[in-house]
């Protein structure tokens, strides 16, 4: 049975969604409802890689779907750098697992409901003489829910985001690419980044998870958050039947199924708005160098809870008390973000010259210098 209010909304229910409430749900004992328009971790729209030590804090250990030792940086020009970790340093995720892993555990705390297949069609402020006292969400079952506070973890649908007319992010990286069976992998510890634009400007992927088994594909950026399906389903295949060595690897391997979708780049100016937190895609946390996005909603999930329970506890939803969430994510990340957006449309547009070059730069890097480089932009 669904209440008609809460105390915390939370419309979406991925990796940032549910990451903001396991971090809330065991540390206060306010209601919360998490609603989502699909089904939770739906593994056709991503095809993600992370880092062991994310999977550990965490407790996503049975999402893993391969450890990683080896990690390979290519071009389709054949311009590569390799670097060995003596511990594996990357891993794949299974998207749809890492999501019911947490959603078991918030179940566990008994706070917290959960709407599947329903929409969150808007949201209206309930105002007080003076000021916003709650929200109502409009939900696509017909049924209303007042709450205190919302927390928009919608992804790229910008639920907030765009009722508030927000400027949205400037670049969205859209991906296409196929679980696939009947590899012949050569190395199933090596994961690679596909640098170039041969097949699409936002690069590519091969993540192998065993020896018959693994993901494959490509991106195109663009200053529009329209899929380009015909694009990118053709770029992939012209990749699928030439780039090496890969091709080799999956000349007679069958497809498992597609994983595709659109990254945002480029943070939202504000993440905290009267009675409203943004976190994960919808807020465009994913890193605008390696579009790597499990992590950041992950880390800004426990961010946010932080603050909204402090809020709970204090009974108190000001912006004086929200805005702490916007304040520690900028010391953390706003100078590396913003480094990276400078360069932002020079790097996803530039030449097949110039990614040759950036593939010749990092080999000079040492394997942990390479590693810095993946997950924070920096040597
Ligand atoms: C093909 C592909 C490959 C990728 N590879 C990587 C990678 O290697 N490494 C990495 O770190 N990241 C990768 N990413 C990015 C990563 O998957 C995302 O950044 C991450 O999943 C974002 O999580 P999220 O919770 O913010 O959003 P999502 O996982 O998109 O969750 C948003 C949820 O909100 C729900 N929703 C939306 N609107 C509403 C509404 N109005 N009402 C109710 N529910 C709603 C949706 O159904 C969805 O479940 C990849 C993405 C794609 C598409």
Request: net charge positive.
């Amino acid at each position: 049975m669904i209440k008609v209010k809460y105390d915390i909304g939370i419309v979406g229910a991925g990796v940032a969604g549910l990451s903001t409430a396991l971090h809330t749900c065991s540390k206060i004992d306010g209601s919360i409802i998490i609603v989502d328009k699909g089904r939770i971790g739906d593994p056709r729209k991503t095809s993600p890689f992370t880092f062991p030590d994310i999977i550990e804090r965490y407790g996503l250990g049975d999402s893993v779907l391969q450890r990683y030792k080896r990690f390979t940086y290519r071009s389709p020009t054949g311009v590569s750098a390799t670097f060995e970790y003596e511990e594996p340093a990357f891993v794949t995720l299974n998207y749809e697992k890492a999501c019911r892993n947490m959603l078991d555990r918030i179940r566990k705390e008994g706070n917290v409901d959960v709407l599947e297949n329903v929409e969150v069609r808007s949201f209206k402020f309930n105002k007080s003489f003076i000021q916003t006292k709650n929200l109502t969400l409009t939900l696509s079952d017909s049924d209303n829910i007042t709450i205190h506070v919302l927390v928009d973890a919608s992804g790229k649908s910008f639920l907030a985001a765009r009722k508030l007319g927000l400027k949205l992010p400037p670049l969205y990286s859209h991906s296409y690419g196929e679980l696939l069976g009947g590899c012949e992998v050569e190395d199933p510890h090596e994961m690679c980044i596909l640098a170039g634009k041969k097949y699409g400007n936002g690069g590519g992927w091969f993540y192998p998870i065993d020896e018959r088994t693994s993901r494959f594909g490509f991106a195109t950026v663009t200053r529009t958050s329209d899929f380009p399906m015909g694009v990118v389903k053709q770029n992939f295949v012209k990749a699928r039947e030439e780039f090496y060595p890969y091709y080799r690897m999956i000349k007679n391997a069958r497809t498992i199924r597609p994983e595709f979708g659109t990254i945002p780049l480029g943070p939202l100016r504000k993440f905290v708005h009267p009675r409203i937190l943004i976190v994960g895609d919808a807020a465009g946390q994913a890193t605008p160098w390696y579009c790597e996005g499990v992590r950041p909603a992950l880390e800004s999930g426990a961010l946010c809870a932080e603050i909204l329970c402090e809020a709970y506890r204090k009974k108190n939803y000001s912006a004086r008390i929200l805005k702490k969430y916007q304040k520690k994510w900028e010391a953390i990340n706003r100078k590396i973000y913003s480094k990276s957006a400078k360069m932002g449309f020079w790097s996803w547009f530039r030449s097949q010259e110039e990614w040759d070059k950036a593939v010749k730069e990092v080999a000079s890097l040492t394997s942990e210098q390479m590693l810095r480089r993946v997950r924070y932009n920096q040597t």
